[in-house]
């Protein structure tokens, strides 16, 4: 079984600002790990992905996230916030089977402070 | 750039009727997915579906839901008697392997 817990529901920062949200799954087999942003009425667009290779992983909009296995995290970062930034950010977890479902965490709201 | 389409965007039923929300997958993508978004809640598997058939369901996908792939690109699920607590966004993916790909998803309303 898998799960994922994202710490905070709500996160509030500055326009330029740090953004940190967490994430922190529970795999019984080595994780593929993804962050999808969702905008106000809008579907899950992908941010990015880990799936065994860097452990570092760049996605779209400047945002990244490191995979930790020993702290069995994987929080997104963008050293410098920007309005547009504000959504909903949801970390997932599946393994390495195609075709294999996603476990969602409960999302993080992230608010931008002009 | 190839995305997955849903219809409708927006779906009001009265409790108790038959829904059908619709997904057009990428194109040569082998997997597919339902999901569900209650208000203010977490996104929830429902089922998956590969060659056509259920590869895996959750236990919220009962009797009352079934999925079909009538034909090459439509991929639809089947809400039989709709019950209140139905009322959630519906999304669609599609994945190639391991990354799905999500269409914009359907709000369904149960009054």
């Known amino acids: 079984a898998q799960s994922v817990t994202q710490l905070g529901s709500h996160v509030s920062v500055s326009e330029g600002a740090l953004v940190l949200l967490r994430c922190n799954y529970s795999?019984?087999?080595?994780?593929?790990l993804f962050w999808y942003v969702q905008y106000p009425n809008q579907g899950l667009q992908l941010l990015l992905k880990?799936?065994?290779?860097?452990?570092l992983v760049k996605g779209i909009n400047g945002f990244e996230a490191e995979f930790k296995k020993s702290e069995t995290s994987f929080h997104l970062t963008k050293p410098s916030a920007h309005m547009r930034d504000a959504a909903e950010y949801f970390c997932?977890?599946?393994?390495?089977?195609?075709?294999?479902?996603?476990?969602f965490g409960g999302g993080t709201r992230l608010m931008v402070k002009p | 750039e190839p995305e997955v389409t849903q219809t409708p965007s927006h779906q009001v039923t009265q409790m108790g009727q038959e829904v059908i929300l619709r997904c057009v997958p990428i194109?040569?993508?082998?997997?597919f997915y339902w999901y569900r978004q209650i208000l203010g809640q977490k996104v929830e598997f429902l089922v998956s579906?590969?060659?056509?058939?259920?590869?895996?369901k959750s236990e919220i996908f009962d009797d009352q839901f079934s999925v079909e792939r009538p034909d090459g690109s439509n991929f639809t699920l089947k809400i039989r008697s709709t019950k209140l607590e139905d009322s959630a966004m519906y999304f669609c993916?599609?994945?190639?392997?391991?990354?799905?790909?999500f269409g914009q998803g359907t709000r369904l309303t149960v009054v």
């Open positions: 579906f590969y060659n056509n058939e259920i590869s895996e």
């Open positions: 880990y799936t065994s290779a860097a452990t």
């Open positions: 194109s040569n993508h082998l997997y």
């Open positions: 795999s019984s087999v080595p994780p593929y």
């Open positions: 993916a599609s994945s190639p392997d391991t990354e799905a790909f």
């Open positions: 997932a977890v599946t393994n390495n089977n195609a075709g294999n479902m996603l476990t």
